[in-house]
């Protein structure tokens, strides 16, 4: 017998648009069975279809059904089973000791042995369809879809074709579909085959399937399952033109490249670039086109084949604009900074630039590819230069903007010290006072005296708006203020003239200071050498709560009064 062996090729997706599929012969095997159904016998659309033994058949030798046990899923689908599409398909026939499937035609599901208790599953059969006219055809494609595994090529499905009636055959390979995602069903799988030019024009030509397995117990399903078979012929149309560009706006003096993208087999080409170097191609896919003189400018390109062509004009397809290299400039979110602070940069170069290379120094990053780079930190006080190059298809600007940046150094951190509920902090240009991290409004004194308890501290800002954190302070209760036991307040409240006596022990060299309640001192003065009392004039105070804070060599005490 006469045997060539070809590789069968799968091909997933459409055919080329402008080539349509005249279909001429079909097999659908819908034969409206469920199961157990042979293949040998069964009267299709075109004729009777029949299973001969090659070599040597086992007594359980699997068979070719024809059912819907494995049923024509899509293509890209898993295998399944019964619906309403029957398939031809290898399957194992009835058998004692067969524990899978006793009573046979499970689908694309075979018997792989081992051979026990004398039921062999040994299997080579060829499945063979009815004479098959191809009188009048010539570029035959066979297509359709399969499943396939077995094990290699000892438990194996192959396509076959005769040119004389059957008498010899040729073998088409088939390649195993995937089994990975549709494990153990199976994925249905579209091929497509183009016959030689043999199987042209005659009256004798053949289709067949052909399996065979041993029994040595080892074989992955599915065995084999086929559905939809078709033989058809390439009608062939005229072209449809399309192209594309990479770009189709940019500088003058570039070149650029064209890319046929037309459906329908052109074998010609007419291309016209208006405004271009050169001006026409005959190319299919025209590279190095040069723009040189700024403007607007049409694309046509004209595609043929032997059936006809066609033609496509883009009016304004391409614009070339006058450039020129980038001239740099940039900004920032701030130039003027404190200590360990960040800012973004801007990119405010002019004529288009493509491309950015930045510098800053003294920064963290010290230099970033970005157009517009965020985040840039500066951690050490001094003066900073930036750079910035920039580049486009016409050259490169490059810019040092020196001392573009000036950090501030951090003022040292303030402390506070606390005599009662009297807070103090060391020297600063600005204060803000903070209770329980919260920002206690109009406390902007360098002495703030406490009205609640709670945690405390003070925020100092210098003469470049640079900030700095105190230590944090507790004051623990309002109840008692310091001091109230040695000087005395009357009348509190007061409305006129308030009096303040302190014991004669305090009264040397003593100082009197008034806060209202956001920490404002309001007066200031000493007692006299002689005098352990003094009488102060509190007409002109609002009304509110204040502070009396005596300063001795004892130490410092607060009271508190109203003034109504």
Known sequence: MKKAYLIFSLLFGAYHLSIAQTIFWTENFNN??????PADGYAGTNGVWTVADIGVQGNVANQFFISCAENGEPVGQCGAGCGNNATLHVGSVPCQFCFFCPNGDCGAAYNA?????????????????????????????????????????????????????????????????????????????AFSYLLPATCNNILTFKLALRWANNDDGVGTDPSFAIDDIELSVQVQTAPI??????????????????????????????????????????????????????????????????????????????????CFAPVVNIAATDTFLCEKSCIDFFDLSTNSPTSWQWTFTGASPPSSTLQNPTNVCFNLYGTYDVTLVA??????????????????????????????NTLFSSPAMNYQWYLNSNIIPNAVQQVYIATQAGNYYVVITDSNGCQAASNQVTVTSMMDLPGKDLYLLSPNPVHNLLTITLYHALADKAMLEIYDVHGRMVSSMAFANDQNSMVVDASKLNSGIYFVRVLTKAGIFTQKFSKH
């Open 32 to 37: 409206g069975c469920t199961a157990n159904c």
């Open 113 to 189: 042995g081992p051979a026990i208790f004398g039921e062999d599953p040994t299997t080579d059969k060829r499945c063979v369809s009815p004479m098959i006219s191809t009188v009048g055809y010539s570029a035959i494609t066979l297509s359709g879809k399969y499943m396939e595994q077995g094990q290699g090529t000892l438990d194996n499905a192959d396509f076959e074709y005769s040119t004389d009636g059957g008498t010899t055959w040729t073998t088409i390979i088939i390649a195993k579909s995937n089994n990975a995602n549709c494990s153990p069903q199976g994925e249905w799988t």
């Open 241 to 322: 033109a399309g192209l594309s560009t990479p770009i189709q706006s940019f500088c003058d003096s570039t070149c650029i490249s064209f890319t046929d993208n037309s459906t329908g087999a052109p074998t010609s080409y007419l291309w016209t670039f208006t405004g271009a170097v050169p001006a026409t191609s005959t190319l299919q896919n025209p590279t190095n086109i040069c723009y040189n003189l700024p403007g607007v400018y049409d694309v046509q390109l004209i595609v043929t084949n032997a059936v006809g062509s066609d033609t496509l004009l883009l009016p304004s397809y391409i614009t070339v604009n006058p």
């Open 391 to 420: 580049s486009n298809a016409s050259g490169t600007g490059n810019t040092t903007f020196t001392q573009f940046i000036t950090v501030f150094e951090n003022p040292a951190a303030p402390s506070v010290t606390q005599v009662g």
